[in-house]
């Protein structure tokens, strides 16, 4: 089967590093995806990784490596407003994403 | 700039009533989806549009139906709704079936007695 392993919940502080990791298991590849969710609202885009190595965009940055399976968020400078649930998402070889059920990522003064 | 509406916002339905979600995008994009989205579980494809006039099923299609007649336009049925179908209903749709990016609707909570 398909599967997408990501941890439930995740504390840090305001104004560290936080590194959010997503394993995958799925029939074919054809990129991942990271969104963020904030408690009530829609989801929306922050990162794709189709080939391995790190991505970055501002204080956000995703590495993928495909051999392992393996992806991980890294968001740097945490501010308050980065409390939200990350979902981690793969593209399978018939192009349809497979969710993980996200990390709930708790930002504390 | 309104991106994709969904409506309602939340709705408490009666079990073995029928409901109609709708969501319309000014995008003029080509794909449209419907996940559900339930606590503890990754977001699940319902159905899904790769243009106008076609539609396909997803992963939990059992108890829901669409209809693709124009762009703009992709509306979820549920014809008996069951409590089983409590849920976060979003709406998403990409500029192509392959796009990277999806752009999701606010979703609409329904509930399901």
């Known amino acids: 089967g398909q599967n997408i392993d990501q941890p439930t919940e995740m504390t840090a502080t305001e104004g560290a590093i936080v590194q959010i990791n997503c394993t995958y298991q799925?029939?074919?590849?054809?990129?991942l995806f990271w969104y963020q969710q904030h408690a009530g609202e829609a989801p929306t885009f922050l990162s794709y990784n189709v080939l391995d190595g790190l991505e970055e965009k501002g204080r956000f940055s995703s590495f993928l490596s495909r051999s392992k399976g393996y992806s991980y968020l890294l968001l740097k400078e945490l501010q308050m407003k980065d409390s939200a649930s990350y979902l981690c998402a793969v593209r399978d070889s018939n192009y349809q994403l497979i969710w993980g059920a996200g990390t709930k990522l708790i930002i504390k003064p | 700039t309104a991106g994709i509406t969904q409506a309602p916002t939340s709705q408490i339905l009666a079990a073995g009533r029928s409901m109609t979600l709708r969501c319309t995008q000014d995008?003029?994009?080509?794909?449209m989806y419907w996940y559900r989205q339930d606590l503890g579980l990754g977001l699940r494809l319902i159905h899904y549009?790769?243009?106008?006039?076609?539609?396909g099923k997803g992963e939990v299609p059992d108890g829901y139906s669409v209809s693709r007649a124009n762009t703009d336009d992709f509306p979820l049925t549920l014809a008996s709704a069951v409590p089983s179908q409590t849920s976060v209903y979003f709406c998403?749709?990409?500029?192509?079936?392959?796009?990277?990016?999806?752009?999701f609707g606010a979703g609409s909570r329904l509930t399901v007695l």
């Open positions: 799925t029939s074919g590849f054809n990129g």
């Open positions: 998403a749709s990409s500029e192509t079936t392959g796009a990277n990016v999806l752009t």
């Open positions: 995008m003029r994009h080509n794909a």
């Open positions: 549009s790769n243009t106008a006039g076609t539609t």
